[in-house]
C-alpha cells in the first residue's frame, strides 16, 4: 500500500552538514519526495508536534533541542512508507542502530539522533499536514 511518512532532519544533522547525505540515502532507498523546506520552529511549536510525549521524563529536553536550530522536513511517499522508512533510519537509541542506517551513520544519543519518522500511517498524514499545505505537497499537483 502507497503509504505517506514525515522525515525530520533534526538540528544535530543540520548543524553537522549531513542533510544533504540524509536525503540521498532517503532517495537511494526508493522514497518519492513530496515536499521538503528548511525552518526555525519555536519551543511551543515543537511542544505541539511532540505533545504525545508530555509525560515523558525526556519531554522538555527534546522540546528545547528540536527548537534549537533549524530542522529539515520532509514529505515522504512510497509502498510501506512506515516500515520501510522506520528500517532506514534505525533505532532510536544510535548505539542499537543497524549497520547502514542513517542514525548508526549520523546520530550522536538517544535525543540528538538526527532523524525523525512517523510511526503509523495515520501519523504519518497528520504530521505531514502539520508542515506542509495540500498545495505544497508536489504531487498532489499534478
Ligand atoms: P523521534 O522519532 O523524533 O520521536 C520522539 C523522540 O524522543 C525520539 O525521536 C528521540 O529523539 C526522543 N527520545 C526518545 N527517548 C529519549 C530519551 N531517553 N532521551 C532523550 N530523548 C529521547
Known amino acids: 500500500m502507497t503509504e505517506r511518512t514525515l522525515a525530520i532532519i533534526k538540528p544535530d544533522a543540520v548543524r553537522k552538514n ?3 547525505e540524509i536525503i540521498a540515502m532517503i532517495t ?25 510525549h508530555k509525560e515523558r ?12 536550530g533549524a530542522i529539515v522536513p520532509i514529505a515522504l511517499e512510497k509502498e510501506n512508507a512506515i ?3 522506520r528500517a532506514l533510519i534505525g ?9 547502514g542506517t542513517i542514525r548508526k551513520a549520523f ?4 535525543g540528538e539522533n538526527a532523524v525523525h519518522g512517523s510511526d503509523s500511517a495515520e501519523n504519518g498524514r497528520n504530521e505531514i499536514a502539520f ?3 495540500e498545495s505544497e505537497l508536489v504531487a498532489n499537483q499534478a
Not at 91 to 99: G, L, N, V
Open 18 to 20: 549531513v542533510s544533504g
Open 57 to 68: 521524563p525526556f519531554y522538555g529536553e527534546l522540546v528545547s533541542f528540536m527548537s534549537s
Open 107 to 110: 546520530a550522536s544519543s538517544k
Open 83 to 85: 516500515a520501510d522508512y
Open 131 to 133: 508542515f506542509f499545505s
Open 91 to 99: 533505532a532510536t537509541d544510535p548505539a542499537e542502530a543497524a549497520e
Open 28 to 52: 537511494q532507498a526508493g522514497f518519492k519526495i513530496l515536499g521538503f523546506k528548511m525552518i526555525r520552529i519555536s519551543e511551543a511549536q515543537a511542544g505541539e508536534f511532540y505533545a504525545v
